[in-house]
């Protein structure tokens, strides 16, 4: 089945640009609606940091490390390395006696504007609790404490990456047909997108054993502190306010985006067929009014999906829209 | 005729993401080569802006200004606002006895990293100056001043853009079908590929007229200067000087991309659908190493694609491909 069209750009009345992609909605008992090809395999990238953070919490390890809720939702977040992130994981860091330098996801310049700028101005370098994957670091570094495995636990062979990859495979109903080194050096797990989408909607609906405590728990941390797993102007913070943390939202680098509708027992995921972030952001958008979990009148629809474009005098100059059929 | 597959973006042994598109490789006499769709209708953005600066020179404005070459290659530019860039609009403002509150393309913070961290250290904001845009503004008002018109130079109905949109449906030989403000303020006509690439062909072999004195005088500009056409580290300045000159590209917003075979006759244009600037980049080499006018073993292959794609500690993660059947 081919990608279907998701999000147009237009300009001068005339379509400029499309982008094509997969989404699917799944509830507990499998596949509700899909555009595209629902058994599409793709790499769920940061939108399965939710996932890869269960054996943190079913091992016993977030427990014996004291962990609150604020620092779980970091432990899930791609963060914009403002200074509430990176201080955060340097005092987490500290309570389990360990540096910087014992992080493994390599250092890149934060995306927050006044951390960015600090940095820049006055001539240093970001390190690695900057990078956007450091709280998913500093969880597996806690589990690592907890498992007693070696220092070098981004291995797909190490601990820590097998109890990711077997809560992985557990949740998304699937045997993963292979992996990725992600952009912070952790292995990503492929999965279909009706996989991911089940596994949302096992987040949105979980049970009462101990890993429907830990979804429970890690949702909650996602939905009640949003400025955690994204940062200020980022979509996901912005998105999870928008709905009154009513929904769990989460991106992934590529073009992925998924959610976690607990209310409605659902579960979202989307990937834009090129791997762009405004379209997974204005399909996510879609698909959240689809499901009437987003106030059409809410701020974020215009600055995400709807709202004109505007160039650099303020002239409107074109809009993005839902391609027909997406979703009806 | 659907969009070809064109760029492929690889991670753990999967393609990831995915990049449609159409390209039209065309002569003097019509098309040679296409993939996808070459009568597709598009935006060409700042890929045309050689053909914007046609009527500057064919009206004797740049003669009777007095504009050097270096001067014409900035208004063919979409330049990272640098210093030279900045400084060199400066000058060309100060000769026309105007100011930069005479430019009508609007402020944006500079690509160059060395301007901008100027401004972002010392709190100071862009002006029009940096607009990436704004050497080709400097040449409508040069053009302006020569015809005596209005200050609104941007709008479709000025005389400046009045004769811009006659020299672009005369060298693509076709009636544009609208037009979209472009990031700018300008007016950008809508055009076939063919007839982008066709328009190419004819600055690739321009005739003895003064329309072909012009052709020639823009292209050996942007060949003898691409410091001036966009900037250090950028695609098209990076990937003239690789092919000695002998070749000009340029790259337009959403995707485009075009260029300009002297030797060869031969003009290219090209249309990432998703607008994706990565998937331009990567397939204007293709098709330059495909004409065998690139070295596939010059280093700007590799830095826009076939290169391996490194995570934050250097790990190779990934690759990008031409699709197979991109070109042959």
């Known amino acids: 089945m081919r990608a279907a069209e998701m999000i147009e750009l237009w300009r001068g009345g005339r379509r400029e640009s499309l982008h094509l992609g997969h989404a699917v909605i799944c509830d507990s008992t499998g596949v509700l609606e899909a555009w595209g090809n629902p058994s599409e395999v793709i790499f769920p990238r940061s939108s399965c940091k939710m996932v890869q953070a269960l054996p943190l919490l079913e091992s016993g390890a977030a427990d014996a490390a004291g962990l609150t809720d604020r620092q779980l939702a970091l432990a899930c977040a791609s963060h914009n390395g403002a200074h509430i992130h990176v201080e955060a994981v340097d005092r987490w860091l500290t309570t389990l006696d360990l540096q910087e330098t014992d992080l493994r996801c390599g250092c890149h310049m934060p995306k927050d504007p006044d951390e960015n700028r600090r940095l820049t101005c006055s001539d240093h370098k970001p390190d690695q609790r900057h990078n956007n994957c450091s709280g998913k670091h500093a969880g597996f570094l806690t589990l690592n404490r907890h498992l007693g495995g070696g220092p070098e636990y981004v291995d797909p062979e190490h601990p820590v990456q097998q109890a990711a990859k077997a809560a992985f495979e557990e949740v998304t109903g699937e045997t993963s047909p292979g992996y990725g080194i992600d952009g912070c050096s952790a292995p990503n797990h492929a999965c279909s997108l009706t996989g991911l989408a089940s596994a949302m909607a ?63 027992g659902l579960g979202i995921a989307l990937k834009a067929l090129d791997g762009a972030t405004r379209a997974s952001e204005a399909a996510i958008i879609a698909l959240l009014l689809h499901l009437d979990v987003l106030d059409k009148d809410n701020p974020v629809v215009s600055t995400y999906l709807t709202g004109p474009i505007r160039n650099w005098r303020g002239t409107v100059t074109g809009e993005m829209r839902t391609a027909p059929g997406f979703p009806d």
């Open 202 to 264: 096992r987040f949105a609906k979980p049970g009462g054993d101990r890993r429907g405590q830990a979804m429970q728990r890690l949702v909650a941390a996602m939905r009640t502190h949003p400025e955690m797993v994204a940062g200020e102007g980022r979509a996901c913070t912005t998105l999870m306010r928008a709905m009154q943390g009513k929904v769990a939202v989460k991106t992934g680098a590529e073009g992925v985006f998924v959610a976690i509708l607990p209310e409605q």
